[in-house]
């Protein structure tokens, strides 16, 4: 299995099946995938039901796209892949560059680019990796809906957490 095989199957683990809670801004989503990311992804509008409909495969294609290839994963570390396009799952893929970013101490602009790739390369995934959970969970901390919803958080983050630890290099 490749690397971000291995890393939707950790995401799918977390983002199984559709939900439409109340309190998620996010509204109706089907392996995480939200109505407006679909009809996004489609170049159309998208029903609650074709939300529903969404395929396993189809999510695995806009999430290769639009999360791991967005956020250069298969470019960065072994681990430091899987925290950051676990990021842009639950965060966006902006927001999981600025956390990267943040973590090596380099310009944050929202984009991976040479410099984010090359402090990745130099630094130690495992420092890379913890600091990009603990900069998530203080996200996380601050929303309004982290009573709703923060233990479940903090159990998938720490989930990511020791997975990206364990991750081997190729």
């Given amino acids: 299995m490749d690397r971000f095989e291995t890393a939707l199957a950790h995401v799918f683990h977390w983002e199984g099946g559709f939900s439409d809670h109340p309190s998620d801004p996010g509204g109706a989503t089907n392996f995480g ?6 009809a996004a992804w489609r170049g159309k509008a998208v029903s609650r039901e074709d939300v529903r409909a969404l395929t396993r495969q ?3 294609d806009i999430y290769r796209a639009r999360y791991w290839e967005a956020c250069r994963c298969d470019e960065l570390p072994a681990g430091v892949d899987a925290m950051v396009f676990d990021a842009a799952v ?4 902006r927001q999981a560059a600025l956390f990267l970013q943040r973590a090596l101490g380099v310009a944050d602009d929202g984009v991976i680019g040479p410099q984010t790739l ?4 130099r630094l130690k995934p495992a420092d890379t990796i913890c600091e990009i959970a603990a900069r998530r969970m203080v996200f996380y901390a601050r929303l ?6 923060g233990l479940g ?4 983050l720490m989930s990511t957490l020791a997975e990206a630890a364990a991750a081997k290099p190729e």
């Fill in 153 to 156: 958080w903090a159990r998938r």
């Fill in 144 to 149: 309004n809906t982290f009573p709703t919803f």
């Fill in 33 to 38: 995938i939200t109505q407006g990311t679909l």
């Fill in 90 to 93: 639950n965060h966006g893929p």
């Fill in 118 to 121: 090359a402090a990745a390369a």
């Fill in 58 to 60: 189809e999510a695995g």
